[in-house]
């Protein structure tokens, strides 16, 4: 008994919602205690619905004021030093989340069943009826639930054991022989027992789903480490080559430089040589002179006749010297050459520098396109479908600056190289290999794979918009340049009056609204290659489903062929690669 009323204790002086001796007591209207804390707390989360009683639910107008339970306090503070514990965590009693027993009164414990026929739910105790009187046996108990209600027929308050399939909704029998007679009507059990094996095969079927996405992300997996593996692989080797051939320019920057110094003291330690024997002809030139002047100069003939002997010899001087067999001054008695020196090894080095340079360039774009085509997809996957708005293709806008190194000398770049003007006189651009020689047309800076769309805005008519591979001929015939004239490149001629489509010299008439917009939407990896009509709406005027083999450049096109002939542009024709908005 002793133990029966120390459990009493503590149950007394334990707060119902932390299920622990309360701390800062405090009673609210209704009589029952809590912890200051614990109270405030489930208040606050409770929205904002009135603030109710954890155990005996009845509600208040609005929050009572909580004032600490001095009396109360000392008790448990007294009974705490003379040995009361924090209650256990007893968890049969029911909190605020759980389904309380409705048959307990006092503090109620949690609901362990619910009964669709009583339409109540009760703990172990109360639930003991149902196990042992035979009537109750054969009502239909669940998991403990809160929306019992939702079980009885608003217009009949009877249970709705029936389903109407009509109109797929549970009801009653009254139900089934009133508004819903003559519908498709089955018992509730019987619908669940088809509709549970209908959920068994999707089950099942999404088991398998499950079972074959795990697979498919163990490939993944397996795919990402052979990616990065393959990466890692690719840049180590690629540094090694790169490192090869820095090196072996270096080796050959330093055989060059080593030959040059080699050669250059070579050639000053001759020159020095021929101009120490033109020092000492001079010298002795000058003697001979001097001994002349002074024979010249006497009086004796017969002393000058004497000594004339052993200065006349002067075939022996210079001209048989072999100072004159490399000339080097421009004395009457050497021929002359020019001077070159070194300057042959600049040309040739700047030759080599040139072949290196084209090699990088056409070899680039190979390089780059098999960067872009890697495929790391396990199976090839269903071809997006292009955009059917344009907000649609304005997620895949591209911004487009021209190249200032392919531009013709018959047009002009402007607008930060967006824009690509006709001009009446030849403009005074460098030398270079990329230049556009016999077409006035430019092609874009950007390399296009992916998925991109832009526009182009033109000011009349003439004008071609264009994609390009990179290697198109830059100086041979218009055939060989022209935008769509190859099979190189494709363009959408833009007249006044029409379109016209052009590939690989095959011409293609298109109808479709006139507008000064033109829209171009490329998905490299699937093929395809559109051209819009933009205005107030988009207008498709010729799609290409292709193959691509290389990276593409944007470009434009100004004049055309007539007869043979290449009509130019004329001043102030226009075209911009605008910010689509």
């Given at each position: ?5 120390d459990?009493?204790?503590q149950?007394?002086f334990s707060?119902?919602?932390c299920l622990?001796?309360?701390k800062?007591p405090v009673?609210i209207?209704c ?5 200051m ?6 208040w ?7 603030p109710s009683?954890?155990?005996?639910r ?5 929050k009572p ?7 109360l306090?000392?008790?448990v503070e007294?009974?705490t030093k003379?040995g009361?514990?924090a209650?256990?965590?007893d ?19 949690k609901?362990?069943?619910?009964c ?7 703990c ?11 009537p109750l046996?054969?009502?239909k108990?669940v998991?403990?639930?809160?929306n ?7 217009r ?15 009801i009653c ?10 519908h498709?009507t089955?018992?509730s059990?019987?619908?669940r027992?088809?509709r549970q ?6 089950r ?8 074959d996405r795990?697979?498919?992300?163990k490939?993944?997996q397996?795919?990402?480490e052979?990616i990065?593996?393959s990466?890692?692989e690719?840049?180590e080797?690629?540094e ?9 320019l ?6 060059v430089?080593?030959q040059?110094r ?5 050639e ?5 040589e ?10 002795d ?6 001994e002349?002047k002074?024979?010249s100069e006497?009086?004796d003939?017969?002393?000058f006749?004497?000594s004339?002997?052993?200065l006349?010899?002067?075939s022996e001087?210079t ?6 067999i ?11 050459r ?5 300057q ?7 030759e080599?520098?040139?072949?290196l340079?084209d ?5 680039w774009?190979?390089?780059s ?5 890697v ?15 344009r907000a649609?293709?304005l997620?895949?806008?591209c911004e487009?600056?021209?190249?200032p190194n392919?531009v013709?000398t ?17 403009q ?12 006035p047309?430019?092609l874009s ?8 769309y ?7 008519g003439?004008?071609?918009v264009?994609v390009s ?7 041979g015939g218009?055939?060989e ?11 959408l001629r833009?007249s ?5 489509f052009w590939?690989?010299n ?25 051209f819009y009509?933009v205005?107030?709406t988009m207008t498709l005027?010729?799609?290409v489903q292709?193959?691509f ?13 007539l007869?043979g002939?290449?009509i ?14």
């Amino acid at each position: 008994m002793a133990q029966k009323g120390d459990q009493l204790d503590q149950e007394t002086f334990s707060c119902s919602i932390c299920l622990e001796v309360l701390k800062d007591p405090v009673a609210i209207p209704c009589g029952h205690n809590y912890c200051m804390n614990c109270i405030k707390s489930f208040w606050d989360e409770g929205d904002k619905k009135p603030p109710s009683c954890p155990q005996c639910r009845r509600t208040f107008t609005q929050k009572p004021e909580l004032v600490k339970n001095t009396m109360l306090a000392a008790l448990v503070e007294q009974m705490t030093k003379t040995g009361l514990q924090a209650a256990p965590a007893d968890h049969c009693y029911a909190g605020p989340e759980d389904v309380a027993c409705d048959f307990c009164s006092g503090r109620k414990l949690k609901a362990v069943k619910s009964c669709l026929v009583c339409l109540a739910s009760y703990c172990e105790k109360h639930l003991q009826p149902h196990h042992d009187v035979a009537p109750l046996k054969k009502h239909k108990l669940v998991d403990p639930s809160k929306n019992l209600q939702d079980n009885i027929c608003p217009r009949h308050d009877e249970v709705m054991k029936m389903f109407c399939r009509t109109d797929q909704k549970c009801i009653c029998y009254l139900c089934s022989v009133d508004e819903h007679k003559g519908h498709d009507t089955v018992t509730s059990a019987a619908e669940r027992t088809e509709r549970q094996r209908e959920m068994e095969v999707s089950r099942q079927q999404i088991q398998q789903e499950i079972q074959d996405r795990e697979k498919d992300v163990k490939l993944l997996q397996q795919e990402v480490e052979a990616i990065n593996q393959s990466a890692d692989e690719t840049v180590e080797e690629s540094e090694e080559i790169f490192t090869e051939l820095i090196s072996l320019l270096q080796k050959r920057s330093s055989e060059v430089k080593q030959q040059i110094r080699s050669q250059q003291e070579t050639e000053v330690r001759r020159v020095r040589e021929l101009e120490e024997k033109l020092q000492q002809e001079i010298s002795d030139l000058k003697r001979k002179e001097a001994e002349m002047k002074q024979l010249s100069e006497t009086d004796d003939h017969n002393q000058f006749l004497h000594s004339w002997p052993s200065l006349s010899p002067l075939s022996e001087s210079t001209h048989s010297s072999s100072i004159s067999i490399r000339p080097l001054t421009h004395s009457s008695s050497i021929s002359i050459r020019p001077l070159r020196y070194f300057q042959d090894v600049t040309a040739s080095v700047s030759e080599v520098r040139g072949r290196l340079q084209d090699i990088l360039r056409d070899t680039w774009t190979n390089v780059s396109l098999a960067v872009t085509e890697v495929d790391v997809l396990l199976s090839e996957p269903e071809p997006e479908p292009e955009p059917t708005s344009r907000a649609g293709f304005l997620k895949y806008s591209c911004e487009i600056t021209l190249d200032p190194n392919t531009v013709n000398t018959r047009l002009l770049l402007s607008k930060e190289n967006r824009t690509v003007t006709g001009m009446n006189k030849l403009q005074s651009y460098s030398d270079h290999p990329d230049r556009f020689t016999n077409v006035p047309q430019v092609l874009s800076r950007e390399s296009l794979t992916g998925r991109h769309y832009w526009e182009v805005e033109k000011n009349a008519g003439g004008v071609r918009v264009a994609v390009s591979y990179k290697n198109i001929s830059r100086s041979g015939g218009w055939k060989e340049s022209l935008f769509g004239r190859n099979d190189k490149s494709w363009s959408l001629r833009c007249s006044s009056d029409r379109y016209v489509f052009w590939y690989n010299n095959i011409r293609t008439s298109i109808s479709g609204p006139l507008s000064s917009t033109i829209g171009v939407y490329l998905d490299h990896r699937a093929g395809v290659l559109s051209f819009y009509s933009v205005s107030g709406t988009m207008t498709l005027l010729h799609r290409v489903q292709t193959s691509f083999t290389q990276p593409l450049h944007a470009g434009v096109t100004f004049g055309s062929p007539l007869f043979g002939v290449f009509i130019y542009p004329l001043p102030g024709e226009s075209a911009e690669f605008c910010k689509p908005k």
